[in-house]
């Protein structure tokens, strides 16, 4: 039986959602895939009808942000500018919903594509090419970093290599982000958190968004260690808040990677069982970094591992139960709109 929605007038940002169509993808894949590839096949297609009718599951969602996974590239273009084929594939999506004809809400609202930082200042005209076929909406660039040594925490899908963040090459590319007026997006494991607080360092006036509170892992060697390693996330959480340039995204729990929970997809947990996996985690982001620079997120097709998406938002809404009306604004849209240059989207 569905949950009763709690709080269905709130008004909330979604801030990191992706789009993308896996079927072509999936007979690269050996059986049986991995855990995390399980995850995404229940949800292989989803594009703007999958969007839309999670968003029609009962919560105020005004509105979306859409954020990079590698979907849709240009087939035949130079490899530095195959991302630009996702930019363009959103923004009209985006296009199609700011059409007013498929309800209010305004999806894919702002834009984060992908750009090879490694490229250094090459990678100048392909940030102009996607701030182009943003049309207005583009917002800034993800160039992932999650690593680990196992190779079986994240499947044969990534190959990052170790260190990214450090490489002169990247940080050469990711100079010109501030001086373009784009936010990065920094996506790693719970290990690789040094790295963001050192890139965050090297860089104060850079605005930067942690995704998926860090990423905590409980898979493959990881798995049964999240109290374990709970001390070690938390003191780096801590550390990375005391750069203010630093935002951070609280979600990403219910992907398989972080097993909370281990089984899915969608397995069918509700919204209180959820919390209180979460609590630890998302009561720490929010003590150490403050509401204005927290924002809740869905994280979906991904976190449809660990609940849908209405049970989702009623689990974050358990979490902010002792917010104030600011905070639960800030948390739920405001800082996300602040964050990604937005604020027109929310209501008056």
Same mark, same amino acid.
């Given at each position: ?27 690269? +894949? ?172 090297? +860089? ?111 689990? +974050? ?32």
């Amino acid at each position: 039986m569905p949950e009763e929605i709690l709080e269905p007038d709130l008004p909330i940002l979604d801030p990191h959602h992706h789009l993308w169509d896996l079927r072509p993808l999936l007979g690269m +894949f050996p059986e049986p895939r991995h855990k995390f590839l399980e995850g995404l096949t229940h949800k292989a297609d989803y594009t703007f009808e999958g969007l839309r009718a999670d968003l029609a599951t009962g919560h105020n969602i005004v509105g979306t942000i859409f954020m990079e996974c590698g979907a849709f590239y240009r087939a035949d273009a130079d490899p530095a500018f195959k991302p630009v084929g996702e930019v363009e594939f959103v923004n009209g999506v985006a296009a199609q919903s700011a059409s007013g004809l498929y309800g209010d809400a305004r999806l894919c609202a702002a834009i984060i594509g992908h750009a090879d930082m490694t490229l250094g200042d090459e990678a100048i005209p392909v940030l102009e090419a996607l701030i182009a076929a943003g049309n207005g909406r583009f917002r800034g660039i993800r160039h992932q970093g999650a690593w680990d040594a196992d190779p079986d925490v994240l499947g044969p899908a990534f190959h990052i290599p170790p260190g990214l963040y450090a490489e002169q090459s990247f940080r050469a590319g990711f100079a010109n982000l501030r001086r373009m007026g784009l936010t990065f997006d920094a996506w790693v494991l719970e290990p690789q958190l040094p790295d963001v607080i050192a890139l965050a360092s090297a +860089f104060p006036n850079q605005p930067i968004c942690l995704d998926h509170c860090g990423t905590p892992v409980n898979i493959a060697s990881y798995s049964g260690k999240l109290e374990e390693n709970f001390s070690r996330w938390q003191a780096n959480i801590r550390e990375l808040a005391k750069c203010e340039n630093v935002s951070v995204k609280l979600g990403g729990l219910a992907m398989a990677t972080c097993g909370m929970p281990e089984d899915g997809p969608a397995a069918g947990y509700g919204s209180e069982a959820l919390a209180a996996m979460w609590r630890p985690y998302i009561e720490t982001c929010i003590e150490a970094f403050g509401a204005t620079r927290c924002m809740f997120e869905s994280n979906y097709p991904v976190d449809h591992w660990g609940a849908d998406y209405a049970v989702l938002w009623n689990s +974050f809404k358990r979490l902010a139960v002792g917010a104030s009306a600011d905070e639960k604004a800030a948390l739920f849209a405001g800082t996300a709109a602040r964050f990604y240059a937005i604020e027109k989207i929310l209501p008056a």
